[in-house]
């Protein structure tokens, strides 16, 4: 298999994606075997070179939002200064909750900083707008993280109720302590019950929740949305683009 030349030059030019990652190590692995099994390589040298910082001592996102805990900017602003003094020409962060500090990071530093929430939208591109399903932490819907900018898509977002929002943060939990199998039970029917709601796709908006519903074949699979996939997509675009390239633009 031949790489697209773009890629090749992007490659000799030095392009190296650097990866936020920690938030949680689980879902750092999953991220980089997406971009690895994303791009079109037929051997090592043709893959990205990739520099991780899996920074797991970063303060919990959502406790943060919701006033319960540390502020973890501190932590992914000096993770952010690693990754740029390890020459990253682009940075992904593959938690979602994590980019409530988005703009604020993104203040820090030339380096283009991704959005994950623009990733998934581009993957819902060409579709007429209408309602989108949101199974994410509490911190991530409470900062409206996936509402504010997917309805500038056309987008609606509709996510679980009271009830089914405690479900899907005991699912994230389990996940974090490596506990699939329940995970995956309660996370199946959370989507499910924002299908059976309206919402024809359900976007799995917390990197935790794709490790978990990995499994999930039948119609469920169809209507899945992986953000952790659509970020990892457009980092391979990035550099294939040139991080650079004043036509990229950087993320808002």
């Given at each position: 298999?031949?790489?697209?030349?773009?890629?090749?030059?992007?490659?000799?030019?030095?392009?190296?994606?650097?990866?936020?990652?920690?938030?949680?190590?689980?879902?750092?692995?999953?991220?980089?075997?997406?971009?690895?099994?994303?791009?079109?390589?037929?051997?090592?040298q043709?893959?990205?070179?990739?520099?991780?910082?899996?920074?797991?001592?970063?303060?919990?996102?959502?406790?943060?939002?919701?006033?319960?805990?540390?502020?973890?900017?501190?932590?992914?602003?000096?993770?952010?200064?690693?990754?740029?003094?390890?020459?990253?020409?682009?940075?992904?962060?593959?938690?979602?909750?994590a980019?409530?500090w988005?703009?604020?990071?993104?203040?820090?530093?030339?380096?283009?900083?991704?959005?994950?929430?623009?990733?998934?939208?581009d993957?819902?591109?060409?579709?007429?707008?209408?309602?989108?399903?949101?199974?994410?932490?509490?911190?991530t819907?409470?900062?409206?993280?996936?509402?504010?900018?997917?309805?500038?898509?056309?987008?609606?977002?509709?996510?679980?109720?009271?009830?089914?929002?405690?479900d899907?943060?005991?699912?994230?939990r389990?996940?974090?302590?490596?506990?699939?199998?329940?995970?995956?039970?309660?996370?199946?029917?959370?989507?499910?019950?924002?299908?059976?709601?309206?919402?024809?796709?359900?976007?799995m908006?917390?990197?935790?929740?794709?490790?978990?519903?990995?499994?999930?074949?039948?119609?469920?699979?169809?209507?899945?949305?992986?953000?952790t996939?659509?970020?990892?997509?457009?980092?391979?675009?990035?550099?294939?683009?040139?991080?650079?390239d004043?036509?990229m633009?950087?993320?808002?």
């Amino acid at each position: 298999m031949d790489l697209p030349p773009r890629i090749v030059l992007a490659q000799q030019e030095g392009a190296m994606l650097g990866v936020l990652g920690g938030m949680g190590p689980m879902a750092t692995v999953d991220f980089m075997g997406k971009v690895v099994r994303n791009t079109p390589a037929a051997c090592d040298q043709e893959h990205i070179p990739m520099v991780v910082c899996s920074a797991v001592n970063i303060p919990d996102r959502t406790a943060a939002i919701l006033g319960e805990g540390a502020d973890p900017f501190p932590a992914m602003r000096d993770t952010l200064r690693r990754l740029e003094a390890a020459g990253a020409s682009c940075i992904a962060i593959p938690c979602n909750t994590a980019h409530y500090w988005h703009a604020a990071l993104q203040a820090e530093t030339s380096v283009r900083v991704l959005h994950i929430v623009d990733a998934v939208a581009d993957t819902l591109a060409g579709q007429e707008g209408g309602c989108i399903g949101v199974l994410a932490t509490s911190g991530t819907i409470k900062a409206g993280i996936y509402q504010k900018r997917l309805a500038l898509r056309g987008f609606a977002c509709r996510t679980p109720d009271a009830a089914g929002q405690t479900d899907v943060m005991r699912a994230i939990r389990l996940v974090k302590a490596g506990q699939l199998a329940e995970a995956t039970a309660i996370l199946r029917a959370q989507a499910e019950v924002l299908v059976a709601a309206g919402c024809r796709q359900v976007v799995m908006a917390c990197t935790e929740i794709p490790v978990a519903l990995a499994s999930v074949g039948g119609a469920l699979r169809s209507t899945l949305v992986d953000a952790t996939e659509a970020l990892a997509s457009a980092c391979i675009e990035a550099c294939a683009a040139g991080t650079n390239d004043p036509a990229m633009g950087l993320a808002a």
